[in-house]
DNA sequence: GGTAACATGTAAGCGGTTACATGATTAG
DNA sequence: CTAATCATGTAACCGCTTACATGTTACC
């Protein structure tokens, strides 16, 4: 489909869903099989971004079809993997949508600000039960980043800057929830005890 | 398919979607119609949640059929219009779900802050830019959501926290990306004047 | 008289998750 | 020898978005 009228090419470039161009970003980054895409996605990019193996390996090849990337078997002993690299024009088109003006809505989509909005429903110490919850969930969150942090910082040395930075915005942005939290426990009526 | 075997239950109480709970939510509220609604979610928990008419309805028609609500018509002139309450077994079946001990997963699907992971890929020059196009973005939002911030005052004037709560939240959540931007830029090396 | 807001839908498609499936290698 | 990790998939489903469709009332 979309055949080369002759000056260029086909028109994946359109198509591609920021799926695709996070397993390509990943790539420039140095990952180099599915497998490293997948676990370097949730070893950095973990709390605005998800992907799963399902849609990785289908990304590899559209790209590998877009002219993005070229693929090689490499086997570890019998083991079947295969290997890839960025092209130039999978830079371009990296850099293409990095630079695009698109809307860049912002979109979270979390059931545990959703239930707290809510939480008037319920009665105030089970309210207090939620909060503690979505508190303890981003004290959670803060020790994997923290523990995440280690690698940033080496990927900082090697001359990427900005992983540690939106590293640091999802420290801050946890940080800030917890302190909303506790800010917010002050004025509630005290808890029965349960 | 799905054919009822006999002993009835369109077990549509393990089916709900999140979606239908914050419909359901809503009511609770006092929001009445599925177009006040839709209003509602964009007025308050615009920033975790969004919903679209195409779920309300259905919503609505699946929670009244599942005994949460009751709905009737309430025209206004020509103009058709239904109009729901929340019932006892709603409020039941709310509460449930906001204690119901869910992994609640902090999921985030951010393609603004997965850009600027990967900002590394552009030149400095242009990496600015994508910084500024974030940090603007995060702006805008503090300004949309200080306009929201009267009606969540008034809502907790009418005995309902949450909802301040939550707004607070994302106030404090694009101070500190606002915040982080910034810090990060004096780390930047120097624009080259474009 | 026209635009914005009110009010409710249908149809199609797709991106993404879940469940399932397979096998090799390494570490304890 | 067993478990964890590495490595790559298929099939089915589904919630949600997009695009489209329709008509009314209120406001300027």
Redesign the interface.
């Known amino acids: 489909m979309a055949q080369s009228t002759g000056d260029e090419g086909p028109d994946l470039t359109l198509g591609l869903t920021?799926a695709m161009?996070?397993v390509l970003?990943m790539i420039?980054?140095g990952a180099r099989s599915g497998y490293e895409i997948k676990r370097t996605v949730d070893q950095?990019?973990r709390?605005?971004?998800?992907i799963s193996p399902v849609q990785v390996y289908p990304s590899l090849r559209q790209l590998e079809q877009a002219g993005y990337i070229t693929g090689r078997a490499e086997p570890q002993g019998r083991r079947p993997r295969r290997v890839y690299e960025i092209t130039t024009a999978g830079?371009t088109a990296?850099?293409r949508?990095?630079?695009q003006?698109?809307p860049?809505p912002?979109?979270?989509?979390?059931?545990?600000?959703?239930?707290?909005?809510?939480?008037?429903?319920?009665q105030p110490s089970?309210?207090h039960?939620?909060l503690d919850?979505?508190r303890e969930?981003?004290a959670q969150?803060l020790v994997t980043l923290e523990a995440i942090r280690q690698q940033a910082e080496a990927t900082k040395a090697q001359?990427?800057?900005?992983?540690l930075?939106?590293l640091?915005?999802g420290l801050?942005?946890h940080?800030?929830?917890m302190?909303?939290c506790d800010n917010?426990e002050t004025?509630?009526p005290k808890r029965a005890h349960v």
Chains 1, 2 share one sequence.
Do not use: C
């Open positions: 920021a161009y996070v970003g420039h980054l950095s990019i709390f605005f971004w998800t830079v990296l850099r949508w990095l630079l003006a698109q860049m912002f979109e979270l989509r979390d059931i545990g600000m959703v239930k707290l909005f809510f939480a008037d429903a319920l089970q309210a039960e939620l919850a979505v969930r981003s969150l001359g990427n800057l900005f992983p930075l939106t640091e915005m801050a942005f940080q800030a929830i302190a909303a917010f004025q509630l």
